[in-house]
């Protein structure tokens, strides 16, 4: 199966580095113009410079700092003035890390604000004009703790799960023109941000990050973590015709690691 994104234009959120540029990555190859966004202007450029052009792609990248909302609505509301989208992925970092017991409001607030403000703003400017050509694709990077919660990730686990709940009724509204809303259920990857969890989680057990990553691959049924590119086959897929009857659904991409149904 060919899967081409040809005259496609893709945002990718959070696409400096790991499950982000790997969908970048992925989407440039398959035909896609893409336009990357992250707070790194360094490491966008990089990576801007090294995306395949094969199909005449000019490529560009916004450069945006998801912690701080209102500067985000700023930079997406003047990117969306003069420039459509046909794929939306929406993707930033993680929240901190951290049991219930140990986040207040506070923390719930600026985690609401980075995971479920950013993404239903994004996605509502870039509707307006998937409505239009009665084609679209909204990709939500999730994780699988919507499902089965992880201890040591209270915000995500919280917010997270919002971000799905929402997709799930957008999908429901937004069929009739053409597009579809899915989400993406992460598993264990070979990021920055599980190496930098499992260093907290190992300090915490008085282990080194190492044995926490060997524990980790021997709970997946596969018995490793992902390689990114992975999760960019799956997300070029989603972007597709090819998956247009697929939509409003939790995909887990996470070599069987999830136990419920």
Do not use: C
Request: aromatic share 8%; no cysteine.
């Amino acid at each position: 199966m060919n899967i081409s994104l040809k005259n496609k234009k893709a945002l990718i959120g959070g696409s400096s580095s790991g499950i982000g540029r790997a969908i970048a990555e992925q989407l440039a190859e398959s035909g896609a113009t893409v336009t990357l966004m992250a707070r790194n202007k360094d490491k966008l450029k990089a990576i801007l410079s090294k995306l395949p052009t094969a199909d005449g792609q000019k490529h560009q990248y916004l450069l945006v700092d998801f912690n701080d909302f209102e500067g985000y609505k700023k930079v997406i509301s003047a990117y969306f003035e003069n420039n459509a989208v046909d794929i939306l992925i929406n993707n930033t970092q993680g929240p901190s890390g951290g049991g219930a017991l140990e986040k207040d409001v506070n923390d719930y607030q600026d985690a609401f604000d980075l995971l479920f403000k950013t993404v239903v703003f994004t996605s509502e400017l870039a509707l307006k004009q998937m409505q239009v050509n009665a084609w679209g694709r909204i990709i939500n990077v999730a994780s699988i703790s919507v499902k089965e919660p992880l201890s040591y990730l209270a915000l995500s686990n919280s917010i997270r799960a919002a971000v799905t709940t929402w997709a799930k009724t957008l999908a429901s509204d937004v069929g009739q023109y053409g597009i579809t809303v899915n989400n993406v259920l992460t598993g264990y990857f070979d990021t920055d941000r599980i190496a930098q969890l499992n260093t907290k989680k190992a300090e915490k057990m008085g282990v080194t990050p190492e044995e926490v990553l060997k524990e980790m691959e021997a709970r997946v049924p596969v018995g490793r973590i992902g390689d990114p590119k992975e999760y960019g086959h799956l997300v070029a897929f989603l972007a597709s015709e090819k998956a247009a009857y697929i939509t409003g659904t939790n995909i887990p991409i996470d070599g069987g690691l999830l136990k419920s149904m």
